[in-house]
């Protein structure tokens, strides 16, 4: 069992947007500014697209963004394009004692 | 450009214990931590722990801390990550991740490890 919460899958049709919850505790989210989203193709490494919860890597496009409200991140991706089908990570630093933990993932289909 | 190449598919039996490589090239290796983040087939990522590639010093994830030791050889740019007394529950694709300041910001490609009679 992860410890970040994330619904298993999200869809949206191309041109739509979908948002992607990450929801932890004033442990991990609620306390820290750095949560960041990956993104993951089958095979593949993931892929860092959002990170200190808003802020985006250069070459990930702005369709992409992200926000955090109490204990609970979000991952926004708007003008859903059939190659933003992945699945998506949040993951966040904590003051327990695992330094870092992630979500479970959520698998984005574009319809 | 930043790189992080690491060693290859690995097959082994219930019991031992397996070394991965993560090398790294197209900065300054002791500038950063390096984390391992393991993903079982058909799962999410797991954090493993994370490794000073300056000091040496180490955090495990309480699950791997009896089990997982990281090291590195800075004269050569690479870290290792080592598993002893292999499950079958450990088979997974195990990767190294960059650290730049609380998120991972390179990713090598994976090493497969498959844990089997």
């Not at chain 1, 306390?31 to 860092?48: D, E, F, I, T």
């Not at chain 1, 926004?76 to 993951?91: F, H, N, W």
């Not at chain 2, 000073?52 to 050889?73: C, E, H, I, P, W």
């Amino acid at each position: 069992q992860s410890a970040l919460t994330q619904p298993p899958s999200a869809s949206g049709s191309p041109g739509q947007s979908v948002t992607i919850s990450c929801t932890g505790t004033s442990r991990d989210i609620g306390a820290s500014n750095y949560v960041s989203w990956y993104q993951q193709y089958p095979g593949k490494a993931p892929k860092l697209i959002i990170y200190d919860v808003s802020e985006r890597p250069s070459g990930v496009p702005d369709r992409f963004s992200a926000s955090k409200s109490g204990n609970t991140a979000s991952l926004t991706v708007s003008g859903l394009q059939p190659e933003d089908e992945a699945d998506y990570y949040c993951t966040s630093y904590t003051d327990r004692d695992d330094f870092v933990v992630f979500g479970g993932g959520t698998k984005l289909t574009v319809l | 450009q930043v790189q992080l190449v690491q060693s290859g598919t690995e097959v082994k039996k219930p019991g031992a214990s397996v070394r991965v490589s993560c090398r790294a090239s197209g900065y300054t290796f002791t500038d950063h931590y390096m984390h391992w983040v393991r993903q079982a087939p058909g799962l999410g990522l797991e954090w493993m722990g994370r490794i000073n590639l300056d000091s040496g010093g180490t955090n495990y994830a309480q699950k791997f801390r009896a089990r997982v030791t990281m090291t590195r050889d800075p004269s050569i740019a690479t870290a290792y990550m080592e598993v002893k007394n292999l499950k079958v529950d450990d088979t997974a694709v195990y990767y190294c991740a960059r650290d730049e300041v609380n998120y991972f910001d390179f990713w090598g490609q994976g090493t497969l490890v498959t844990v089997s009679s």
